[in-house]
């Protein structure tokens, strides 16, 4: 059974940094694809940033190219978003996903019940 | 960058059929994904590749998709069925601009 657990969300100053984890089991990591996606409180879904399985390709949305960095340990199951200069817009549940297949991006199979992050003075 | 435009709200009563549409440039040559979220849950996938269903969602569930517009189709609704409902498409391959969402569209069963 696919189980996405995101670890790592808290509050934190504007302008500082950190690292959400997502933790994979009952599949084979190092196989898929795997995507950050975020939810502001009460709006709609955001895609974040997409890892290939080997960790070789990566995109990001514009809205967070150059600020955040996503990548994986193939070794330890674990998928990683690094968000630095951090907005109060930033503020969101950041769920972790699955691509269904890994050959290709999309669609997202399986997600993690999410991180909340709350970027506040 | 790729705009997918969803209706912000659907109603619909139970046993009849509600209708979802997702709007995009051309999106008939993209292969669009469909997903459901209820208050307090991560998003589950109802419908893939403009019309298949993954394993255990219902046949009530299907899609289609062509021209500028794909649509969501939920058959005999269900009070279980409200939520809100995403489209998702990759943007596109030129550009590397990535996945995109639409807006969402929240589905109430009166």
């Known amino acids: 059974q696919v189980q996405l657990v995101e670890s790592g969300g808290g509050v934190v100053q504007p302008g500082r940094s950190l690292r959400l984890s997502c933790a994979a089991s009952?599949?084979?990591?190092?196989?898929?694809?795997m995507h950050w996606v975020r939810q502001a409180p009460g709006k709609g879904l955001e895609w974040m940033a997409v890892?290939?399985?080997?960790?070789?390709?990566?995109y990001y949305a514009d809205s967070v190219k150059g600020r955040f960095t996503i990548s994986r340990d193939n070794s330890n199951n674990t998928l990683y978003l690094q968000m630095n200069s951090l907005r109060a817009e930033d503020t969101a549940v950041y769920h972790c996903?699955?691509?269904?297949?890994?050959?290709?991006?999309?669609?997202?199979?399986?997600w993690g019940q999410g991180t909340l992050v709350t970027v506040s003075s | 960058s790729y705009v997918l435009t969803q209706p912000p709200s659907v109603s619909v009563a139970p046993g009849q059929t509600a209708r979802i549409t997702c709007g995009g440039n051309?999106?008939?040559?993209?292969?669009v994904h469909w997903y459901q979220q209820k208050p307090g849950q991560a998003p589950v996938l109802v419908v893939y590749?403009?019309?298949d269903r993954p394993s255990g969602i219902p046949e009530r569930f299907s899609g289609s998709n062509s021209g500028n517009t794909a649509t969501l189709t939920i058959s005999r609704v269900e009070a279980g069925d409200e939520a809100d409902y995403y489209c998702?498409?990759?943007?596109?391959?030129?550009?590397?601009?990535?996945?995109?969402f639409g807006g969402g569209t929240k589905l109430t069963v009166l």
């Open positions: 590749d403009d019309s």
């Open positions: 009952g599949f084979t990591f190092s196989s898929y694809g």
């Open positions: 051309n999106i008939g040559s993209k292969s």
């Open positions: 998702q498409v990759w943007g596109s391959s030129s550009d590397h601009s990535g996945v995109v």
């Open positions: 890892i290939s399985y080997d960790g070789s390709n990566k």
């Open positions: 996903a699955r691509s269904m297949w890994g050959s290709k991006w999309l669609p997202c199979h399986s």
